[in-house]
Protein backbone atom coordinates (compact mmCIF):
# COMPACT_ATOMS: atom_id res chain seq x y z
CA UNK A 1 0.00 0.00 0.00
CA UNK A 2 1.22 3.73 -1.19
CA UNK A 3 2.12 6.16 1.39
CA UNK A 4 -0.04 8.48 -0.06
CA UNK A 5 -3.12 6.42 0.79
CA UNK A 6 -1.99 6.14 4.29
CA UNK A 7 -1.50 10.16 4.70
CA UNK A 8 -3.86 13.25 3.98
CA UNK A 9 -1.80 14.40 0.90
CA UNK A 10 -1.11 17.91 2.75
CA UNK A 11 1.11 15.29 5.42
CA UNK A 12 3.44 14.06 2.85
CA UNK A 13 5.85 16.68 2.23
CA UNK A 14 6.17 16.87 5.96
CA UNK A 15 6.54 13.17 6.66
CA UNK A 16 9.07 12.89 3.46
CA UNK A 17 11.37 15.73 4.77
CA UNK A 18 11.22 14.08 8.85
CA UNK A 19 12.32 11.13 7.16
CA UNK A 20 15.08 12.34 5.76
CA UNK A 21 15.97 14.14 8.39
CA UNK A 22 16.36 10.76 11.00
CA UNK A 23 18.39 9.25 8.15
CA UNK A 24 20.90 11.45 7.94
CA UNK A 25 20.89 10.92 11.64
CA UNK A 26 21.58 7.58 11.33
CA UNK A 27 23.98 7.77 8.96
CA UNK A 28 25.97 10.66 10.81
CA UNK A 29 27.45 8.48 13.21
CA UNK A 30 30.22 7.65 10.63
CA UNK A 31 31.50 11.07 12.52
CA UNK A 32 31.52 8.96 15.68
CA UNK A 33 34.80 7.52 14.73
CA UNK A 34 36.58 9.16 17.62
CA UNK A 35 34.22 7.38 19.89
CA UNK A 36 35.23 3.71 19.50
CA UNK A 37 38.97 4.35 17.55
CA UNK A 38 40.96 2.99 21.24
CA UNK A 39 39.25 -0.13 20.29
CA UNK A 40 41.22 -0.71 17.08
CA UNK A 41 44.81 0.36 19.53
CA UNK A 42 44.27 -1.87 22.39
CA UNK A 43 47.24 -4.18 23.39
CA UNK A 44 45.39 -7.46 23.86
CA UNK A 45 42.95 -6.60 20.85
CA UNK A 46 43.57 -5.51 17.73
CA UNK A 47 47.06 -3.25 18.93
CA UNK A 48 47.42 -0.78 15.87
CA UNK A 49 49.36 1.48 15.42
CA UNK A 50 48.67 5.04 15.14
CA UNK A 51 49.35 5.06 11.46
CA UNK A 52 47.51 2.01 10.93
CA UNK A 53 44.63 3.66 12.86
CA UNK A 54 44.89 6.96 10.73
CA UNK A 55 44.58 4.45 7.44
CA UNK A 56 41.52 2.51 9.28
CA UNK A 57 40.23 6.70 9.25
CA UNK A 58 41.62 7.79 6.03
CA UNK A 59 39.75 4.27 4.49
CA UNK A 60 36.24 5.59 6.08
CA UNK A 61 36.55 8.69 4.76
CA UNK A 62 37.79 7.89 1.65
CA UNK A 63 34.43 5.54 1.46
CA UNK A 64 32.04 7.81 2.54
CA UNK A 65 33.78 10.89 0.45
CA UNK A 66 34.49 9.08 -2.90
CA UNK A 67 30.73 8.32 -3.23
CA UNK A 68 30.89 8.65 -7.37
CA UNK A 69 28.10 5.92 -8.07
CA UNK A 70 25.79 7.48 -5.44
CA UNK A 71 25.18 10.70 -7.38
CA UNK A 72 24.01 9.05 -10.80
CA UNK A 73 22.41 5.98 -8.73
CA UNK A 74 19.88 8.82 -6.78
CA UNK A 75 19.72 10.53 -10.71
CA UNK A 76 18.49 7.50 -12.43
CA UNK A 77 16.45 5.60 -9.61
CA UNK A 78 15.64 8.09 -6.84
CA UNK A 79 16.04 8.27 -3.30
CA UNK A 80 14.79 5.01 -1.74
CA UNK A 81 17.05 2.98 -3.95
CA UNK A 82 20.15 4.83 -2.93
CA UNK A 83 19.09 5.00 0.83
CA UNK A 84 18.53 1.25 1.02
CA UNK A 85 21.65 0.90 -0.64
CA UNK A 86 23.43 3.16 1.53
CA UNK A 87 22.06 1.48 4.71
CA UNK A 88 23.19 -1.67 3.64
CA UNK A 89 26.85 -0.89 2.98
CA UNK A 90 26.86 0.90 6.50
CA UNK A 91 25.48 -1.68 8.63
CA UNK A 92 27.81 -4.28 6.86
CA UNK A 93 30.67 -2.26 7.37
CA UNK A 94 30.16 -1.34 10.80
CA UNK A 95 29.33 -5.08 11.98
CA UNK A 96 32.41 -6.49 10.05
CA UNK A 97 34.77 -3.70 12.57
CA UNK A 98 32.57 -5.03 15.44
CA UNK A 99 33.22 -8.66 14.53
CA UNK A 100 37.21 -8.24 14.15
CA UNK A 101 37.25 -6.15 17.04
CA UNK A 102 35.43 -8.85 19.34
CA UNK A 103 37.39 -11.73 17.87
CA UNK A 104 41.05 -10.09 18.47
CA UNK A 105 40.11 -10.28 22.48
CA UNK A 106 38.44 -8.04 24.82
CA UNK A 107 41.88 -5.62 25.69
CA UNK A 108 41.85 -6.54 29.32
CA UNK A 109 43.73 -9.71 29.36
CA UNK A 110 46.26 -11.00 27.89
CA UNK A 111 44.56 -13.77 26.12
CA UNK A 112 44.31 -13.02 22.42
CA UNK A 113 42.35 -14.08 19.53
CA UNK A 114 43.05 -13.70 15.55
CA UNK A 115 43.64 -9.99 14.81
CA UNK A 116 42.24 -8.67 11.28
CA UNK A 117 44.49 -7.53 8.73
CA UNK A 118 44.96 -3.75 8.83
CA UNK A 119 44.07 -3.57 4.83
CA UNK A 120 40.61 -6.00 5.78
CA UNK A 121 39.87 -3.04 8.49
CA UNK A 122 39.94 -0.27 5.74
CA UNK A 123 37.75 -1.91 3.58
CA UNK A 124 35.18 -2.67 6.53
CA UNK A 125 35.70 1.36 7.43
CA UNK A 126 35.06 2.58 3.63
CA UNK A 127 32.21 0.21 3.48
CA UNK A 128 30.44 2.18 6.23
CA UNK A 129 31.76 4.96 5.00
CA UNK A 130 30.31 4.82 1.76
CA UNK A 131 27.12 3.54 2.82
CA UNK A 132 27.20 7.00 5.08
CA UNK A 133 27.86 9.19 1.78
CA UNK A 134 24.86 7.16 0.04
CA UNK A 135 22.40 8.35 2.47
CA UNK A 136 23.78 11.17 2.73
CA UNK A 137 23.54 12.26 -0.68
CA UNK A 138 19.76 10.74 -1.62
CA UNK A 139 18.95 12.89 1.68
CA UNK A 140 20.28 16.56 0.00
CA UNK A 141 19.58 15.99 -3.40
CA UNK A 142 15.76 15.40 -2.68
CA UNK A 143 15.73 18.48 -0.50
CA UNK A 144 17.36 20.12 -3.30
CA UNK A 145 14.97 19.11 -5.52
CA UNK A 146 12.01 19.11 -3.30
CA UNK A 147 11.94 21.76 -0.57
CA UNK A 148 12.99 25.29 0.09
CA UNK A 149 17.01 26.31 0.94
CA UNK A 150 16.16 26.09 4.68
CA UNK A 151 15.18 22.59 4.22
CA UNK A 152 19.09 21.81 3.27
CA UNK A 153 20.76 23.55 6.35
CA UNK A 154 18.45 21.70 8.59
CA UNK A 155 19.72 18.46 7.33
CA UNK A 156 22.96 19.14 7.09
CA UNK A 157 22.47 19.86 10.61
CA UNK A 158 20.90 16.64 11.39
CA UNK A 159 24.02 14.37 9.89
CA UNK A 160 26.36 16.79 11.59
CA UNK A 161 24.56 16.74 15.01
CA UNK A 162 25.05 12.70 14.76
CA UNK A 163 27.96 12.04 16.51
CA UNK A 164 26.51 13.70 19.32
CA UNK A 165 23.59 12.06 20.03
CA UNK A 166 25.65 9.01 19.38
CA UNK A 167 28.04 9.82 22.09
CA UNK A 168 24.84 10.07 24.40
CA UNK A 169 23.86 7.20 23.95
CA UNK A 170 26.73 5.75 24.86
CA UNK A 171 26.84 7.56 27.75
CA UNK A 172 23.44 6.21 28.70
CA UNK A 173 23.58 2.81 27.20
CA UNK A 174 26.46 1.45 26.27
CA UNK A 175 29.94 2.86 28.82
CA UNK A 176 32.16 1.90 29.05
CA UNK A 177 31.98 -0.86 25.94
CA UNK A 178 33.25 0.78 22.94
CA UNK A 179 32.85 -2.71 21.05
CA UNK A 180 29.11 -2.51 22.25
CA UNK A 181 28.50 0.62 20.48
CA UNK A 182 30.10 -1.16 17.32
CA UNK A 183 27.49 -3.36 17.46
CA UNK A 184 24.65 -0.57 18.08
CA UNK A 185 25.70 1.60 15.27
CA UNK A 186 25.70 -1.84 13.00
CA UNK A 187 22.21 -2.70 14.00
CA UNK A 188 20.85 1.10 13.79
CA UNK A 189 20.79 1.07 9.91
CA UNK A 190 18.99 -2.56 9.56
CA UNK A 191 16.32 -1.55 12.48
CA UNK A 192 15.58 1.52 12.18
CA UNK A 193 17.33 2.82 8.64
CA UNK A 194 15.31 0.54 6.08
CA UNK A 195 12.15 0.92 7.48
CA UNK A 196 12.28 4.77 7.48
CA UNK A 197 13.01 5.07 3.56
CA UNK A 198 10.09 3.80 3.09
CA UNK A 199 8.15 7.40 4.14
CA UNK A 200 10.99 9.21 1.59
CA UNK A 201 9.31 10.72 -1.25
CA UNK A 202 9.02 8.55 -4.17
CA UNK A 203 7.41 9.52 -7.83
CA UNK A 204 4.27 7.37 -6.66
CA UNK A 205 3.85 10.42 -3.77
CA UNK A 206 3.85 13.42 -6.39
CA UNK A 207 1.53 12.19 -9.34
CA UNK A 208 -1.73 12.98 -9.33
CA UNK A 209 -3.80 15.90 -8.81
CA UNK A 210 -3.51 15.13 -4.96
CA UNK A 211 -0.15 16.33 -4.79
CA UNK A 212 1.18 17.71 -1.33
CA UNK A 213 1.37 21.58 -1.04
CA UNK A 214 1.99 21.95 3.24
CA UNK A 215 3.61 24.93 3.64
CA UNK A 216 5.88 23.34 6.50
CA UNK A 217 7.36 25.29 9.93
CA UNK A 218 10.43 25.68 8.91
CA UNK A 219 11.04 28.42 12.17
CA UNK A 220 9.62 25.69 14.30
CA UNK A 221 11.62 23.11 13.24
CA UNK A 222 14.86 25.31 13.70
CA UNK A 223 13.49 26.00 17.06
CA UNK A 224 13.36 22.58 18.09
CA UNK A 225 16.67 21.68 16.06
CA UNK A 226 18.21 24.49 18.04
CA UNK A 227 16.69 22.94 21.70
CA UNK A 228 18.29 20.04 20.69
CA UNK A 229 21.49 21.32 20.31
CA UNK A 230 21.65 23.22 23.94
CA UNK A 231 20.43 20.10 25.38
CA UNK A 232 23.40 17.87 24.44
CA UNK A 233 26.03 21.32 24.67
CA UNK A 234 24.78 20.82 28.37
CA UNK A 235 24.94 17.26 28.52
CA UNK A 236 28.66 17.64 27.15
CA UNK A 237 29.37 20.75 29.50
CA UNK A 238 28.13 19.14 32.69
CA UNK A 239 30.46 15.83 31.59
CA UNK A 240 33.67 17.79 30.97
CA UNK A 241 33.33 20.23 34.00
CA UNK A 242 32.19 18.27 36.61
CA UNK A 243 31.75 14.27 37.61
CA UNK A 244 27.55 14.75 38.00
CA UNK A 245 27.85 12.14 34.78
CA UNK A 246 30.88 10.40 34.88
CA UNK A 247 32.24 7.98 35.07
CA UNK A 248 28.77 7.08 32.90
CA UNK A 249 28.52 3.46 33.97
CA UNK A 250 28.08 4.22 37.39
CA UNK A 251 25.88 7.68 36.19
CA UNK A 252 23.97 6.04 34.49
CA UNK A 253 20.78 7.29 35.15
CA UNK A 254 20.57 10.96 34.80
CA UNK A 255 22.64 10.26 31.40
CA UNK A 256 19.34 8.24 30.21
CA UNK A 257 17.28 10.71 31.47
CA UNK A 258 19.43 13.35 29.12
CA UNK A 259 19.19 10.89 26.25
CA UNK A 260 15.43 10.45 26.74
CA UNK A 261 15.19 14.59 26.69
CA UNK A 262 16.93 14.03 23.08
CA UNK A 263 14.92 11.32 21.81
CA UNK A 264 11.44 13.73 23.13
CA UNK A 265 12.64 16.62 21.12
CA UNK A 266 13.10 14.61 17.93
CA UNK A 267 9.78 12.68 18.38
CA UNK A 268 8.31 16.41 18.27
CA UNK A 269 9.16 17.35 14.59
CA UNK A 270 6.86 15.07 12.92
CA UNK A 271 4.00 16.52 14.51
CA UNK A 272 4.87 20.18 14.15
CA UNK A 273 2.34 20.94 10.90
CA UNK A 274 -0.64 19.99 13.58
CA UNK A 275 0.78 22.14 16.74
CA UNK A 276 2.15 25.32 14.28
CA UNK A 277 -0.64 27.56 12.85
CA UNK A 278 0.15 30.34 10.51
CA UNK A 279 3.65 29.43 9.60
CA UNK A 280 2.81 28.32 5.77
CA UNK A 281 3.33 32.46 5.08
CA UNK A 282 5.67 33.42 7.58
CA UNK A 283 8.24 32.68 5.26
CA UNK A 284 7.19 35.08 3.13
CA UNK A 285 8.26 38.39 4.83
CA UNK A 286 12.08 36.93 5.79
CA UNK A 287 14.47 38.61 4.32
CA UNK A 288 16.20 36.53 1.49
CA UNK A 289 19.47 37.08 -1.19
CA UNK A 290 18.82 38.28 -4.28
CA UNK A 291 17.15 35.92 -6.51
CA UNK A 292 19.61 33.37 -8.63
CA UNK A 293 20.64 31.97 -11.52
CA UNK A 294 22.42 29.77 -13.39
CA UNK A 295 23.27 28.21 -16.30
CA UNK A 296 21.78 24.75 -15.43
CA UNK A 297 25.06 22.47 -16.07
CA UNK A 298 25.55 18.88 -16.85
CA UNK A 299 27.49 16.73 -14.84
CA UNK A 300 30.44 16.72 -17.91
CA UNK A 301 29.67 20.63 -18.49
CA UNK A 302 30.24 21.14 -14.93
CA UNK A 303 33.96 19.21 -14.24
CA UNK A 304 35.15 20.98 -17.05
CA UNK A 305 34.26 23.91 -15.45
CA UNK A 306 36.95 26.45 -13.45
CA UNK A 307 34.68 26.93 -10.73
CA UNK A 308 34.30 23.39 -10.56
CA UNK A 309 37.86 22.56 -9.36
CA UNK A 310 38.21 25.62 -7.24
CA UNK A 311 35.21 25.22 -5.21
CA UNK A 312 36.48 21.71 -4.62
CA UNK A 313 40.07 22.77 -3.57
CA UNK A 314 38.60 25.44 -1.36
CA UNK A 315 36.53 23.49 0.79
CA UNK A 316 39.12 20.43 0.64
CA UNK A 317 41.16 23.07 2.70
CA UNK A 318 38.50 23.27 5.83
CA UNK A 319 36.52 20.22 5.41
CA UNK A 320 39.81 18.03 5.65
CA UNK A 321 41.29 20.01 8.46
CA UNK A 322 38.00 19.35 10.05
CA UNK A 323 38.28 15.65 9.34
CA UNK A 324 41.85 15.62 11.14
CA UNK A 325 40.32 16.85 14.21
CA UNK A 326 37.67 13.78 14.05
CA UNK A 327 39.85 11.34 12.96
CA UNK A 328 42.18 12.06 15.55
CA UNK A 329 39.91 12.96 18.59
CA UNK A 330 41.22 9.83 21.03
CA UNK A 331 44.59 10.89 20.27
CA UNK A 332 44.16 14.16 20.59
CA UNK A 333 42.52 14.43 24.38
CA UNK A 334 45.15 11.89 25.57
CA UNK A 335 48.02 14.19 24.23
CA UNK A 336 46.00 17.37 25.84
CA UNK A 337 44.59 15.96 28.97
CA UNK A 338 47.74 14.40 30.25
CA UNK A 339 47.19 10.63 29.07
CA UNK A 340 43.37 10.35 30.51
CA UNK A 341 41.12 9.61 28.11
CA UNK A 342 37.71 10.86 29.86
CA UNK A 343 36.95 13.70 28.09
CA UNK A 344 36.66 11.70 24.43
CA UNK A 345 32.98 11.54 24.25
CA UNK A 346 32.64 15.02 25.73
CA UNK A 347 35.26 16.54 22.88
CA UNK A 348 32.98 14.15 19.97
CA UNK A 349 30.00 15.65 21.44
CA UNK A 350 31.12 19.41 21.77
CA UNK A 351 32.43 19.40 18.01
CA UNK A 352 29.29 17.52 16.85
CA UNK A 353 27.01 19.96 18.27
CA UNK A 354 29.22 23.16 17.63
CA UNK A 355 29.24 21.49 14.27
CA UNK A 356 25.72 21.42 13.68
CA UNK A 357 24.95 24.57 15.02
CA UNK A 358 27.31 25.74 12.04
CA UNK A 359 25.31 24.18 10.03
CA UNK A 360 22.10 25.12 11.21
CA UNK A 361 23.10 29.23 11.12
CA UNK A 362 24.66 29.05 8.11
CA UNK A 363 22.01 27.45 6.41
CA UNK A 364 19.87 30.66 7.39
CA UNK A 365 22.58 32.99 6.60
CA UNK A 366 23.42 32.24 3.37
CA UNK A 367 19.54 31.91 2.39
CA UNK A 368 18.74 35.29 4.00
CA UNK A 369 22.62 37.10 4.19
CA UNK A 370 23.28 40.08 1.39
CA UNK A 371 26.91 39.04 1.43
CA UNK A 372 27.72 36.62 -1.99
CA UNK A 373 28.04 32.92 -0.83
CA UNK A 374 31.62 33.33 -1.70
CA UNK A 375 32.71 35.45 0.36
CA UNK A 376 31.23 33.93 3.79
CA UNK A 377 33.00 30.95 2.13
CA UNK A 378 36.52 32.98 2.15
CA UNK A 379 35.55 34.47 5.34
CA UNK A 380 34.79 30.70 7.46
CA UNK A 381 38.19 29.67 5.87
CA UNK A 382 39.65 33.17 7.53
CA UNK A 383 38.61 32.46 10.81
CA UNK A 384 39.29 28.59 10.82
CA UNK A 385 42.46 29.14 10.16
CA UNK A 386 43.08 31.62 13.03
CA UNK A 387 41.31 28.98 15.00
CA UNK A 388 43.29 26.28 14.37
CA UNK A 389 46.79 28.37 14.86
CA UNK A 390 45.83 29.73 18.34
CA UNK A 391 44.80 25.92 19.61
CA UNK A 392 48.46 24.77 18.08
CA UNK A 393 49.79 26.97 21.09
CA UNK A 394 47.48 26.38 23.47
CA UNK A 395 47.82 22.85 25.73
CA UNK A 396 45.35 21.46 28.69
CA UNK A 397 41.67 20.24 29.47
CA UNK A 398 41.03 23.92 29.07
CA UNK A 399 42.17 24.12 24.94
CA UNK A 400 40.30 21.03 24.59
CA UNK A 401 36.92 22.00 25.99
CA UNK A 402 37.51 25.80 24.23
CA UNK A 403 38.67 24.89 20.64
CA UNK A 404 36.45 21.94 19.95
CA UNK A 405 32.74 23.69 20.08
CA UNK A 406 34.81 26.74 17.89
CA UNK A 407 36.59 23.99 14.94
CA UNK A 408 33.28 21.93 14.54
CA UNK A 409 31.08 25.37 14.31
CA UNK A 410 33.46 26.29 11.10
CA UNK A 411 33.47 23.04 10.32
CA UNK A 412 29.68 22.53 10.47
CA UNK A 413 29.28 26.01 7.89
CA UNK A 414 31.50 24.42 5.55
CA UNK A 415 29.09 21.74 4.88
CA UNK A 416 26.32 24.20 4.64
CA UNK A 417 27.83 26.37 1.68
CA UNK A 418 28.66 23.18 -0.26
CA UNK A 419 25.48 21.88 -1.38
CA UNK A 420 23.74 25.69 -1.82
CA UNK A 421 27.13 26.81 -4.02
CA UNK A 422 26.51 24.30 -5.78
CA UNK A 423 23.16 25.22 -6.63
CA UNK A 424 24.02 28.83 -7.23
CA UNK A 425 27.58 27.94 -9.64
CA UNK A 426 26.25 24.46 -11.11
CA UNK A 427 22.24 24.43 -11.12
CA UNK A 428 19.93 21.62 -10.23
CA UNK A 429 20.82 19.12 -13.57
CA UNK A 430 22.00 15.92 -12.45
CA UNK A 431 22.10 17.56 -8.93
CA UNK A 432 23.12 13.74 -7.11
CA UNK A 433 26.17 13.04 -9.35
CA UNK A 434 27.69 17.12 -8.98
CA UNK A 435 26.89 16.99 -5.23
CA UNK A 436 28.56 13.58 -4.79
CA UNK A 437 31.71 14.57 -7.00
CA UNK A 438 32.14 17.53 -4.76
CA UNK A 439 31.77 15.65 -1.35
CA UNK A 440 35.24 14.37 -2.18
CA UNK A 441 36.55 17.48 -1.34
CA UNK A 442 36.97 16.10 2.19
CA UNK A 443 38.89 13.28 1.74
CA UNK A 444 41.30 15.49 -0.89
CA UNK A 445 41.69 18.12 2.13
CA UNK A 446 42.30 15.25 4.90
CA UNK A 447 44.70 12.82 3.25
CA UNK A 448 47.82 14.56 3.61
CA UNK A 449 47.25 15.91 7.17
CA UNK A 450 46.42 12.41 8.54
CA UNK A 451 48.54 10.16 6.32
CA UNK A 452 51.58 12.26 6.45
CA UNK A 453 51.87 15.13 8.67
CA UNK A 454 49.72 13.95 11.76
CA UNK A 455 52.11 10.15 11.94
CA UNK A 456 55.12 12.55 11.16
CA UNK A 457 54.96 14.70 13.86
CA UNK A 458 52.68 12.41 16.84
CA UNK A 459 55.58 9.69 16.00
CA UNK A 460 58.57 11.62 16.40
CA UNK A 461 57.62 12.41 20.00
CA UNK A 462 55.92 9.15 20.74
CA UNK A 463 57.30 6.66 23.55
CA UNK A 464 57.90 3.22 23.04
CA UNK A 465 53.84 2.08 23.10
CA UNK A 466 53.06 4.20 19.98
CA UNK A 467 51.57 7.06 22.66
CA UNK A 468 52.38 10.57 22.54
CA UNK A 469 51.26 12.50 25.44
CA UNK A 470 51.87 16.68 25.54
CA UNK A 471 50.75 19.98 23.32
CA UNK A 472 53.47 19.11 21.07
CA UNK A 473 52.21 15.93 19.73
CA UNK A 474 49.90 17.51 17.08
CA UNK A 475 51.65 21.29 16.88
CA UNK A 476 52.88 20.96 13.48
CA UNK A 477 49.95 19.39 12.70
CA UNK A 478 47.29 22.05 13.86
CA UNK A 479 49.76 24.71 11.91
CA UNK A 480 50.08 22.98 8.93
CA UNK A 481 45.72 22.99 9.03
CA UNK A 482 45.66 26.10 9.62
CA UNK A 483 48.12 27.19 6.25
CA UNK A 484 45.36 24.64 4.26
CA UNK A 485 42.68 26.97 5.41
CA UNK A 486 44.77 29.86 4.03
CA UNK A 487 44.75 28.41 0.82
CA UNK A 488 41.31 27.43 0.74
CA UNK A 489 40.74 31.31 1.73
CA UNK A 490 42.22 32.39 -1.56
CA UNK A 491 40.89 30.13 -3.81
CA UNK A 492 37.39 30.63 -3.10
CA UNK A 493 37.81 34.53 -3.36
CA UNK A 494 38.62 32.90 -6.69
CA UNK A 495 35.34 31.54 -7.67
CA UNK A 496 32.99 33.46 -10.16
CA UNK A 497 29.57 33.76 -9.21
CA UNK A 498 28.99 36.78 -11.63
CA UNK A 499 26.11 34.92 -12.81
CA UNK A 500 23.14 36.52 -10.51
CA UNK A 501 20.49 38.45 -10.58
CA UNK A 502 21.02 42.22 -9.71
CA UNK A 503 18.30 43.64 -7.12
CA UNK A 504 16.11 45.60 -8.85
CA UNK A 505 12.21 46.87 -7.82
CA UNK A 506 9.52 44.24 -7.32
CA UNK A 507 7.81 45.45 -9.99
CA UNK A 508 10.74 45.95 -12.52
CA UNK A 509 11.50 42.95 -14.49
CA UNK A 510 15.41 41.56 -13.53
CA UNK A 511 18.36 41.84 -15.70
CA UNK A 512 21.33 39.41 -15.35
CA UNK A 513 24.44 40.61 -14.03
CA UNK A 514 26.51 38.51 -16.17
CA UNK A 515 26.96 38.49 -20.34
CA UNK A 516 26.77 34.71 -20.18
CA UNK A 517 23.60 32.80 -21.34
CA UNK A 518 21.30 31.89 -19.74
CA UNK A 519 18.70 29.07 -20.80
CA UNK A 520 15.41 30.31 -21.38
CA UNK A 521 13.08 28.80 -18.57
CA UNK A 522 15.26 29.24 -16.50
CA UNK A 523 14.84 33.04 -14.95
CA UNK A 524 13.27 33.22 -11.76
CA UNK A 525 11.38 36.77 -11.32
CA UNK A 526 11.21 38.92 -7.34
CA UNK A 527 7.68 37.53 -7.16
CA UNK A 528 8.39 33.85 -7.76
CA UNK A 529 10.56 33.84 -5.24
CA UNK A 530 8.24 34.98 -2.92
CA UNK A 531 6.10 32.48 -3.39
CA UNK A 532 5.68 30.39 0.05
CA UNK A 533 8.37 27.74 0.84
CA UNK A 534 7.38 24.32 0.03
CA UNK A 535 5.79 23.56 -3.59
CA UNK A 536 4.37 20.40 -4.86
CA UNK A 537 6.99 17.63 -4.51
CA UNK A 538 8.92 17.48 -8.06
CA UNK A 539 8.31 14.05 -10.18
CA UNK A 540 11.81 15.38 -11.51
CA UNK A 541 14.74 12.53 -11.88
CA UNK A 542 12.53 9.70 -10.00
CA UNK A 543 11.58 11.84 -7.25
Not at 124 to 142: H, K, L, N, P, R
Not at 210 to 220: F, G, I, R
Not at 388 to 407: E, K, N, Q, T
Not at 409 to 424: A, I
Amino acid sequence: VGLGRLLAPEMLGWVSFCACAMCELIAGQVYGFGLFSDVLRREHGLNLSQANVESVALSENLGQYARFLAGPVFDHYGAKATMRIGFLLNAAGYLAIYAAASLAGDGDTEAEGWRAPTTLLCIFAAMYGQGAGWVETAAISTAVKNFPEEAIGLLKTFFGIASAVGATAFAAAFAPSRVALLLAFGLLPLVVGLPITCLVAGPEMAKGKDKPSLHEPWKAAYGVTFMLALVLTGHGFVAGTTSLLRPYEEHRVPNMVVFGIVLGLLAVLPTLPRHVVGDAGSSVKQSRSPPIVVADCGFKETLRSRNFWCLLVSLAAGEGAGLMVLNNMGQLVKALDGGNSDLQPVCVSAFSVSNALGRLCMGQLAVSAKLRRRQLLAGVLFLTSIAYSVFASADGRIALLVAMPVLGFFYGCLWSLQPLMTVELFGKKEYGSKYAALSLAAFVGAAPLCRIIVPLFYDAFADSKGWCVGAHCFRGSLFAAGLQCVVGMFLAVCLDDTVRWQKVPQDETPVASSSEAIPQGNTTSPKASQIPPLPAMSTEDGI
